[in-house]
């Protein structure tokens, strides 16, 4: 993509974005392309879930299957299976720099593997299993079950069994080391750093 096209990519999305300025707008867009490795004179190239999960475990660390796929989604804006260079620039505003009521509102879709609005114990239970098996557990089931019970009754302010955006955003605002108490889905601030300097320091060469 040429140099004038995703500056004038940039102008537009910048408008619609508060996290980046047009610069880096400029520079995200064009790692985008750089990690796509091909582009099409229209710029609507995307990136398909193999590439964007590529990029969540080499530049950001994650590695749960289940996450990502999640992860993917929530960027996946207009759920047609690819990400955008818009839907990259605006998923990133959350990802890198969101303010925590972003960041919550952003984990719960990640959690909400069916999609239904709420977190229930049959998803937190699969989460959390998945976590501990990466950890080297060969079925923690049994050794989780009660920790699950135990938080599920914690968070679930309504006691309606399972958790809506409300609870999840109230345990969430009362202690905000339970956002991410179900799974990493979000960058540590080395991982942030690091990408943000590689990325927003390779500038356009104006010679």
Wanted: include cysteine; aromatic fraction near 10%; hydrophobic fraction near 35%.
């Amino acid at each position: 993509m040429s140099k004038r096209l995703i500056q004038n990519l940039a102008k537009i999305i910048s408008k619609q974005v508060d996290r980046f300025n047009q610069t880096e707008v400029e520079c995200l867009i064009r790692e985008f392309y750089a990690i796509l490795g091909q582009t099409t004179s229209t710029g609507k190239s995307s990136l398909d879930e193999r590439k964007f999960r590529s990029i969540l475990t080499n530049e950001f660390g994650l590695t749960n299957n289940t996450i990502m796929e999640r992860v993917f989604r929530t960027f996946d804006k207009d759920n047609d299976n690819f990400v955008s260079s818009k839907e990259w620039v605006e998923g990133l505003c959350v990802f890198l720099r969101g303010t925590l009521d972003e960041k919550i509102k952003y984990c719960f879709h990640v959690y909400d593997l069916s999609g239904d609005e709420y977190i229930a114990r049959e998803e937190i239970l699969l989460m959390v299993r998945n976590c501990l098996r990466m950890h080297g557990e060969e079925d923690p089931y049994d050794s989780i079950k009660d920790l699950v019970e135990i938080t599920l009754k914690r968070m679930d302010h309504d006691n309606d069994d399972k958790l809506s955006f409300e609870d999840y955003k109230k345990s969430v605002k009362e202690l905000n080391i339970v956002l991410e108490a179900f799974g990493t889905c979000l960058p540590n601030a080395t991982r942030i750093e690091r990408f943000e300097q590689r990325v927003f320091n390779n500038k356009w060469d104006h010679r």
